[in-house]
């Protein structure tokens, strides 16, 4: 079964830094774009990152930009997000997603929740 | 980038059809064909329920279909049934090749 896993939330004070990471399985995943979406506690969906198949090419949402890194180990399967200057604001659960290849998200993790807070 | 507009919330009997609407502007939902949509039960994850504005993938009933006019985008419903009860959200690439999300809108089936 195609599967992603997401690892590494947990309470982090405001300044702090994290590391999520996402565990694929049963597909070509160097094959893939891939993205983070989050989604703050009865919030809706907020798009955060994407990242090339290769690694090569990377883009970020505004609120993030220049805090967070995307990054991937295709060797290892394994997405990751380094998260630093954290705020408030990014506590949310965060969702490891696969691109279908047309710009639409078709597998989600099950989310690994982030609290931002002293 | 703004979120996309959808209606809080909208409702239906068993068997009714419903139709949510997402809009936009010209940078995202108006600019491609990339919108798609997603059901979310509480507590899981979303699931792809429409891609490309009126595609639907592998696995995903009939009863969803997708549609698009200028800058809006509509997901609609067909034979509403109890388990279709859930948020469901669009979502729009955009001409700063960026992803945009709308609000969500919360189904709730009579």
């Known amino acids: 079964e195609v599967q992603l896993v997401e690892s590494g939330g947990g309470l982090v004070q405001p300044g702090g830094s994290l590391r999520l990471s996402c565990a694929a399985s049963?597909?070509?995943?160097?094959?893939?774009?891939m993205h983070w979406v989050r989604q703050a506690p009865g919030k809706g969906l907020v798009w955060v990152s994407r990242?090339?198949?290769?690694?090569?090419?990377?883009i970020y949402a505004d609120s993030v930009k220049g805090r967070f890194t995307i990054s991937r180990d295709n060797a290892k399967n394994t997405l990751y997000l380094q998260m630093n200057s954290l705020r408030a604001e990014d506590t949310a659960v965060y969702y490891c997603?696969?691109?279908?290849?047309?710009?639409?998200?078709?597998?989600w993790g099950q989310g690994t929740f982030l609290t931002v807070s002293s | 980038q703004s979120a996309l507009t959808q209606p809080a919330s909208v409702s239906g009997s068993p068997g009714q059809s419903i139709t949510i609407s997402c809009t936009g502007t010209?940078?995202?939902?108006?600019?491609?064909?990339?919108v798609s949509w997603y059901q979310q039960h509480p507590g899981k994850a979303p699931k792809l329920m429409i891609y490309?504005?009126?595609k639907r993938p592998s696995g995903v009933s009939y009863r969803f279909s997708g549609s698009k006019s200028g800058n809006t985008a509509s997901l609609t419903i067909s034979g509403l049934q109890v388990e279709d009860e859930a948020d469901y959200y669009c979502?729009?690439?955009?001409?700063?090749?960026?992803?945009?999300f709308g609000g969500g809108t919360k189904l709730t089936v009579l």
């Open positions: 979502s729009s690439y955009t001409r700063s090749i960026t992803w945009v």
């Open positions: 490309d504005v009126s």
């Open positions: 997603v696969r691109d279908n290849d047309v710009w639409a998200f078709d597998i």
């Open positions: 010209s940078s995202d939902v108006g600019a491609y064909n990339y």
């Open positions: 990242i090339k198949g290769d690694g090569s090419h990377t």
């Open positions: 049963e597909f070509t995943f160097s094959s893939y774009w």
